[in-house]
C-alpha cells in the first residue's frame, strides 16, 4: 500500500501513525505542493495529501484512509464500537482536522513554509494573531476535555488522540510550545502520544530534515 504525501503534513502523520499502531506497513512516496509521481494525481485529483493507492484502489483525505484501513484490519481497534465513544472519537478527529489545524497552520505556513520552501516571506501579522487570540481558547478547550488517565476516549489509546496529538508537531517544529503553566495536561499529553514508536519515527526524520 501506497501512501502520496510528505510526513511534515500533520494529515499525513496522522495516518502514518495510525497505521503504525494497526501494524499495517505503507511506503510513504513524497508528494505534494504541486509536486509528486502521476499516481498521485490519479489517487488525490486535487492535489492534496495524503493520497492512497493499495492495487486498484485509489482514495485521498486522510479520513476516508483511515476508515479503510480501519475497515480492512479492524483490531486492535482504534475507532471504538460504542456509540457514545465512537462519535466523541469522530468529533475529536474533526476538532483536530479543522479546528486546531486550521489555527496552527497559519503560524506553520507562515513562519516555516513560506519562507523555507516557497521562498517567499510568511505573513507575520497572521502568524502571531492565530498565536495569540485563536489558538489558546482551542488549547483551554483540550486542556478541560483531557481525563486523567491521558487518552481522550475509553481511557486507551483512539483515533481521537492520534488526531490530536499530531498538529503539535508542526507547532514544536516553528518552536512553540504549549505553556506548561496554562496548559499542563497537554503538555504531559502530547510528550506521551508522541513518545509512542508509531509516532517517534517521524517526528525524529522531520526534525533532523527540516535541520539540515
Request: no cysteine.
Amino acid at each position: 500500500m501506497i501512501l502520496y504525501g510528505s510526513s511534515i503534513s500533520p494529515y499525513v502523520r496522522k495516518t502514518l501513525a495510525f497505521a503504525a499502531e494497526k501494524g499495517i506497513a505503507l511506503d510513504l512516496q513524497p508528494a505534494g505542493m504541486g509536486r509528486g509521481p502521476a499516481e498521485f494525481m490519479e489517487a488525490s485529483p486535487f492535489g492534496k495529501m495524503p493520497g492512497f493507492r493499495d492495487g486498484d484502489f485509489m482514495i485521498s483525505d486522510s479520513t476516508a484512509i483511515i476508515t479503510y484501513l480501519d475497515a480492512i484490519q479492524p483490531e486492535p481497534n482504534l475507532l471504538p464500537l460504542e456509540a457514545r465513544a465512537r462519535a466523541r472519537t469522530v468529533w475529536y478527529e474533526e476538532f483536530a482536522d479543522t479546528i486546531l489545524i486550521a489555527a496552527g497552520a497559519k503560524m506553520f505556513f507562515n513562519r516555516l513554509v513560506a519562507p523555507r520552501f516557497m521562498g517567499r516571506p510568511g505573513d507575520e501579522a497572521a502568524a502571531l494573531a492565530a498565536e495569540t487570540d485563536e489558538l489558546p481558547p482551542i488549547l483551554d478547550y483540550l486542556e478541560r476535555a483531557l481525563p486523567a488517565s491521558g487518552f481522550l476516549v475509553e481511557d486507551r489509546l483512539t483515533l481521537a488522540d492520534i488526531s490530536v496529538a499530531s498538529p503539535f508537531v508542526n507547532l514544536a517544529h516553528i518552536g512553540w510550545t504549549p505553556d506548561p503553566q496554562r496548559w499542563p495536561k497537554i503538555v504531559a499529553y502530547t510528550q506521551a502520544i508522541l513518545a509512542r514508536p508509531s509516532f517517534a519515527r517521524w517526528v525524529d526524520a522531520e526534525t533532523k530534515f527540516l535541520a539540515a
